[in-house]
Structure formats: C-alpha cells, structure tokens
C-alpha cells in the first residue's frame, strides 16, 4: 500500500511517500528557517503562505524520488493539529483535494502522535508499552503508550518547552534560529559544570517549567556580558538533560515500563543521546530514540501514523475534518473506527 504524507504544522513543508508500513520511498523537507531567521522565531502569516507556495512542488518531488505515478497512491495522510493554524489549513486542504481528485481514503494525524511513529519506524520490532517522551519546540510530553491507539499524557510542558528554551537562550547570544542545533555542537566542547544553572522542577511530578531556566541565563549574562559559548551552551543543556532525564525514568518506574521512547526535535540532541541511555540502564529500563533526522519535523512520520490507522485500524476521517491548533493527544485516535468512512462518500 502507497501511502502519501504531508506535513505543514509550523515552518516545515514535508511530503514522503511510505509503501506499508515502515519502508520509506520518499522522505522531502523544505524547510523555512531562513524565511523566519531575521524575525527570531516563527511568523504564522509567511509561514502558511509558504507552504502554500512550495506543496505542490514538493510532492512532485517526493513521487519522482519514489517512482510513484500519482495513481499509484492509495492513501493521503495529514497532521491536521496541533500547530499554528495557517499553516495547518494549507496542509489539510491540499491533502483533502488530493483524496477526493484520487479518490481514495483521507486521514487526519496528531502531530504529536506522528513524532512516536518514528519509533515504530526505526524499531519495527520494539512495540508498546513504552513511555514517551516529546521533546519539540513547542511540546515537553510525557505519554504513557499502552498500544498505537493508546495514548494518557501524564505530564506537560507549563510555560516553555525544551526546544523553546533552547531557541530563546539562542536568542539571547545570537546564535540564529533554531538554536538547537548549534547549542548541542558547542556544548560537546563545553563545560557542563561551569555554570549552576538552576533544574526547574526537578523530582516534582511530571509537568515541565523551563521559562525559569532562560530568567536565570539572563540574569547570568547581566553579570557576564562576554560568556564563554561552549560552557554557556553546556551548563544549560545539561540542566535541561537532568530535568528530562529524572522525570521519563521517574515516570517509567511509576508506570512500570521498562521502555523509553524519545521523539521529537530535541531528540536529536547529542548529549540527551548520550547520557539517557546509561543513566536508564542502572535502574534497567532501556531507551529508544530514532535516527536524528526522523526526530526532528519530516512526513514520514505521519505517513507512519495514517497507514497504521487505516491499514491496521479500519479507520478513514471525513472530509469535514477541521484542523485544530490546539488538538490533544490524551485519548487521541481511541474508539473512533470506522465512523469516518461514512463521511467519506
Ligand atoms: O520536532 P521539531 O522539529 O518541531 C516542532 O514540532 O517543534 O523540533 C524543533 C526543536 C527546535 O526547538 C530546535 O531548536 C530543536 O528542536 N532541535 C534541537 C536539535 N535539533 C533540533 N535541540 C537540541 N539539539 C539538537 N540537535
Ligand atoms: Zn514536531
């Protein structure tokens, strides 16, 4: 089965195209950041009209790189929220028109439920249970995952995320948008104890606080207006990778899992890589993450997700499905079968 994927929730235009389950034909990113790098963060305006720009080029590209001629797609799948919802609109639309001219079967995906797809993806053979934990720009998830189709958010994000922690203190030193990325290559040469950065929220509950941790370096760079980068960089990480690092295996050993799945643009982060796995060894629990360029925003994910819901769950969404910008994971895609393939005729 060809299953078609499409991705536009905030600054990142994806198409790829997915035969069954897990074997990837077509994995294509545009990426926006240079559009949005002068303004330090996301404009939702330019962002939709971009997408709108570059989807239709885009999935011409991913169907040559497959080799796939547009009848030989069998299924359309869309992350329909959370994310801004400009954006979202482009995406759902185009992936509405596609089904009806095809006709074949549309589905709407949950952003977030996509990112653990990209477990299912790398690790084929490694189902759930497993605790996950979504690290993004805009999400800090804890996510008990019973089965596929089975997700209970036990823990959120309070005000910012990880990745916009990361991005705002990127800010602060100018290091261009998304941070992310930079920071994680200065702090491996960094000193991580340079600093003592405050762990916000540490051993309390599940919930995340991180705007705490930017006052702190602000306060930090009042009294050294020369920092050194790389330990700068380090020490915040790090009080970061402490924070996620103690509440995913506090919450593994509270749910009994002994598996941890790690997504998202965060995931890709070298030191989290790094530390995670040996600190859940010592208290034996294993954890998972996929190959970098699967954490961070791509279509392939939500190809992963749509077939998953139509191929092994029987279920389609009808064509009135409405993006929503705030749409939540808890209990998301559980008992709802078949119902959308009414509103498909
Ligand atoms: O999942 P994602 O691509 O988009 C959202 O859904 O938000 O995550 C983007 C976030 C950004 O905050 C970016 O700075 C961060 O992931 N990020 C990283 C790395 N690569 C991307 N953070 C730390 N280390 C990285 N290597
Ligand atoms: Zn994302």
């Not at 959370?82 to 949950?110: C, E, M, Q, R």
């Not at 600093?195 to 009042?222: C, H, N, Q, Y």
Request: glycine share 10%.
């Amino acid at each position: 089965m060809i299953t078609l994927g499409i991705e536009t929730s905030c600054d990142e235009t994806a198409v790829a195209i997915l035969r069954d389950r897990d074997e990837i034909l077509a994995n294509t990113i545009y990426s926006q950041v240079d559009l949005h790098a002068r303004y330090g963060g996301v404009v939702p305006e330019l962002a939709s009209r971009d997408h709108l720009k570059k989807l239709p080029y885009l999935v011409e590209e991913a169907l040559g790189k497959a080799k796939v001629s547009w009848k030989e797609i069998e299924l359309v799948g869309v992350t329909y929220g959370p994310g801004l919802i400009g954006p979202l609109v482009v995406g759902v639309s185009y992936a509405k028109g596609l089904s009806v001219a095809l006709d074949v079967p549309f589905v709407g995906v949950h952003h977030l439920a996509a990112h653990l797809f990209a477990h299912r993806l790398a690790y084929p053979n490694v189902p759930p249970p497993f605790l996950g934990l979504i690290v993004s720009g805009g999400h800090t998830e804890l996510v008990v995952v019973k089965d596929w189709d089975d997700f209970r958010v036990i823990g959120t994000t309070r005000d910012d995320a990880a990745g916009e922690a990361l991005d705002k203190l990127g800010r602060l030193v100018g290091l261009g948008y998304p941070a992310g990325p930079t920071i994680d290559s200065l702090a491996r040469e960094g000193d991580a104890k340079a600093i003592p950065f405050p762990r916000p929220m540490l051993g309390e509950g599940f919930d995340t606080s991180f705007a705490g941790l930017k006052t702190a370096a602000v306060r930090w760079l009042k009294d050294h207006p020369h920092p050194d980068l790389k330990d700068l960089c380090a020490s915040y990480l790090e009080a970061i990778a402490d924070v996620l690092v103690d509440k995913a295996i506090r919450a593994a050993r509270i749910y009994e899992l002994e598996r941890i799945v790690v997504v998202g643009g965060v995931a890709a982060n070298s030191r989290l890589r790094e530390v995670f796995p040996d600190l859940a060894a010592e208290r034996g629990m294993k954890v998972f993450f996929p190959p970098p360029e699967l954490c961070t925003d791509n279509a392939v994910m939500v190809a992963a997700c749509a077939y998953y819901r139509f191929a092994e769950r029987g279920h389609c969404d009808p064509l009135f499905l409405s993006p929503e910008a705030n749409l939540p994971l808890d209990g998301w895609g559980a008992g709802e079968m078949d119902i959308g393939a009414q509103g498909q005729q």
